[in-house]
């Protein structure tokens, strides 16, 4: 988010790992305004099923801005059903082109199960090289930890929430309370 437009806002850790044939989108529960934590308990994970084919959507930034943009990416998945790349670049190039949505503040984490991608506001649709994604104000730890613990034996749900304990303790902007959904 924005400091100028959003000043003292923080919150929001959106981690997705993919292993074994699954993936899993986990982010934590935390909205804070400066030093204050005024929610512990966000859902900032959706799972979405246009046109029968199961997708989840992790958010961060405005909460909003968030829902704006995923009633968006539900439309451009009904219009082009199991083509989540299609989508995700047409809900780019909208968000990046429209008066009205260049103005919103949040990012998009996104996968079916297959594939994974980040998308922002900038026009960006980004497929992570190293089976892991991560956005938010405690994104990059979360990353880090998982890129590290996927050197490790454990499955792509355990993954995830030991990346994201890591990010709770070392975030003050993120916490252990997680919300978790899993595709494959």
């Known amino acids: 988010?924005?400091?100028?437009?959003?000043p003292g806002w923080h919150g929001t850790t959106i981690l997705a790992v993919r292993r074994a044939g699954r993936v899993v989108v986990a982010g934590d529960g935390q909205v804070s305004v400066g030093q204050t934590v005024m929610k512990g308990t966000a859902r900032k994970v959706r799972r979405l099923n246009p046109g029968g084919h199961e997708v989840v959507v992790g958010f961060a930034g405005?909460?909003?801005?968030?829902?704006?943009?995923?009633?968006?990416?539900?439309?451009?998945?009904e219009a082009a059903p199991g083509q989540l790349a299609r989508a995700c670049v047409d809900l780019a190039k909208d968000w990046r082109m429209d008066k009205y949505l260049r103005n919103l503040e949040a990012m998009l984490i996104v996968t079916d199960g297959r594939d994974i991608f980040v998308v922002t506001g900038a026009g960006d649709v980004l497929e992570p090289e190293h089976d892991v994604a991560a956005i938010g104000s405690g994104g990059n730890f979360a990353l880090a930890a998982a890129r590290g613990l996927?050197?490790?034996?454990?499955?792509?749900?355990?993954v995830a929430r030991k990346a994201m304990a890591i990010a709770a303790d070392i975030c003050v902007y993120t916490n252990g309370n997680l919300t978790v959904e899993v595709l494959g």
């Open 1 to 6: 988010m924005s400091e100028d437009k959003f």
């Open 62 to 77: 405005s909460t909003a801005d968030a829902f704006t943009l995923l009633e968006r990416l539900e439309k451009k998945l």
């Open 150 to 158: 996927m050197e490790s034996d454990l499955d792509a749900e355990a």
